[in-house]
């Protein structure tokens, strides 16, 4: 009589089985899987190393408005990397956040000077005196960021605005006209370019909200022409009716939205000259 074979005998038959036909379904080392099969699991990027660490570190501590711990994480890479023009630059704008001009000019010197194809640092040095209210010496470090990056929205923006405090309005026009055509939602954002501060402060806000409409009406744009002479209305401005007459204002003149604000302020003798300004 012949013995049965015990069950584990046939499950390890069947294990064996299964695992030869699971080895004949996979790819040899050098060929590609067929298609339809199961692809090699992508683990992701690299784990930083200490010096990427330090730098995200720094970042955070910047965007969290701890500037002084900031100060002492750039302060750390630099000894690392003492020529690093953009460790520099970023210690720099803590110091300006920390309204500590000297020191913050010191390290916008020595970024601008360490790349002198880096136009962020001459910006910024820039942007402290305009903080300090020294508006001449601002437009002379806007106009050089601008010669080294003339592409750089934020540049002209600033460039404009210490026109604009400087009473120069036609070249703060022109200078807005510049940032706009090369960042058309320049002045619909607050946010800081990165390693370029920007400062938006002015005063007699009237005139420089009609200026603004007056830009934006050369560039064609009537819902923001609207918006800002509505603006500017609303500041206490009394030269509005001059859109009316103003050539710059003749592409928009006759848009419902910009007649909406200036039939508020146009007077009824200047109405029929309203729709041919310059006439």
Same mark, same amino acid.
């Given at each position: 009589?012949?013995?049965?074979?015990?069950?584990?005998?046939?499950?390890?038959?069947?294990?064996?089985? +299964?695992?030869?036909?699971?080895? *004949?379904?996979?790819? *040899?080392?050098?060929?590609? +899987?067929?298609?339809?099969?199961?692809?090699?699991?992508?683990?992701?990027? +690299?784990?930083l190393g200490p010096k990427e660490m330090q730098e995200e570190r720094a970042k955070v501590q910047i965007a969290e408005k701890r500037y002084e711990a900031a100060i002492q994480s750039y302060q750390e890479l630099l000894k690392a990397d003492p020529k690093?023009?953009?460790?520099?630059?970023?210690?720099?704008?803590?110091?300006?956040d920390l309204s500590n001009y000297d020191q913050a000019k010191k390290y916008f010197a020595r970024s601008a000077k360490a790349d002198k194809k880096y136009s962020s640092p001459v910006n910024n040095l820039g942007m402290v005196y305009y903080h300090q209210k020294n508006f001449r010496g601002a437009i002379r470090e806007y106009q050089r960021a601008a010669i080294i990056d003339p592409d750089q929205a934020g540049t002209h923006s600033n460039l404009g605005f210490a026109y604009y405090n400087s009473n120069k309005y036609p070249e703060a026009a022109a200078e807005f006209q510049k940032a706009l055509e090369l960042d058309p939602t320049i002045f619909e954002r607050n946010d800081r370019a990165g390693a370029m501060v920007q400062d938006r402060s002015v005063t007699n806000h009237g005139l420089f909200f009609f200026t603004m409409a007056k830009v934006y009406a050369q560039k064609g744009d009537a819902a923001h022409c609207a918006e800002y002479l509505r603006k500017s209305l609303d500041e206490g401005y009394k030269d509005i009716g001059k859109a009316a007459t103003d050539p710059a204002f003749k592409d928009v003149i006759n848009d419902p939205d910009v007649q909406a604000v200036l039939v508020r302020v146009v007077p009824a003798e200047q109405k029929g000259s309203a729709t041919h300004p310059g006439a």
């Amino acid at each position: 009589m012949k013995c049965k074979p015990p069950d584990w005998v046939f499950l390890g038959l069947l294990l064996i089985a +299964a695992t030869s036909h699971l080895a *004949a379904q996979q790819p *040899a080392p050098d060929q590609p +899987a067929k298609t339809g099969q199961s692809q090699p699991i992508n683990v992701g990027p +690299a784990p930083l190393g200490p010096k990427e660490m330090q730098e995200e570190r720094a970042k955070v501590q910047i965007a969290e408005k701890r500037y002084e711990a900031a100060i002492q994480s750039y302060q750390e890479l630099l000894k690392a990397d003492p020529k690093n023009a953009v460790f520099m630059n970023m210690i720099g704008i803590a110091y300006l956040d920390l309204s500590n001009y000297d020191q913050a000019k010191k390290y916008f010197a020595r970024s601008a000077k360490a790349d002198k194809k880096y136009s962020s640092p001459v910006n910024n040095l820039g942007m402290v005196y305009y903080h300090q209210k020294n508006f001449r010496g601002a437009i002379r470090e806007y106009q050089r960021a601008a010669i080294i990056d003339p592409d750089q929205a934020g540049t002209h923006s600033n460039l404009g605005f210490a026109y604009y405090n400087s009473n120069k309005y036609p070249e703060a026009a022109a200078e807005f006209q510049k940032a706009l055509e090369l960042d058309p939602t320049i002045f619909e954002r607050n946010d800081r370019a990165g390693a370029m501060v920007q400062d938006r402060s002015v005063t007699n806000h009237g005139l420089f909200f009609f200026t603004m409409a007056k830009v934006y009406a050369q560039k064609g744009d009537a819902a923001h022409c609207a918006e800002y002479l509505r603006k500017s209305l609303d500041e206490g401005y009394k030269d509005i009716g001059k859109a009316a007459t103003d050539p710059a204002f003749k592409d928009v003149i006759n848009d419902p939205d910009v007649q909406a604000v200036l039939v508020r302020v146009v007077p009824a003798e200047q109405k029929g000259s309203a729709t041919h300004p310059g006439a």
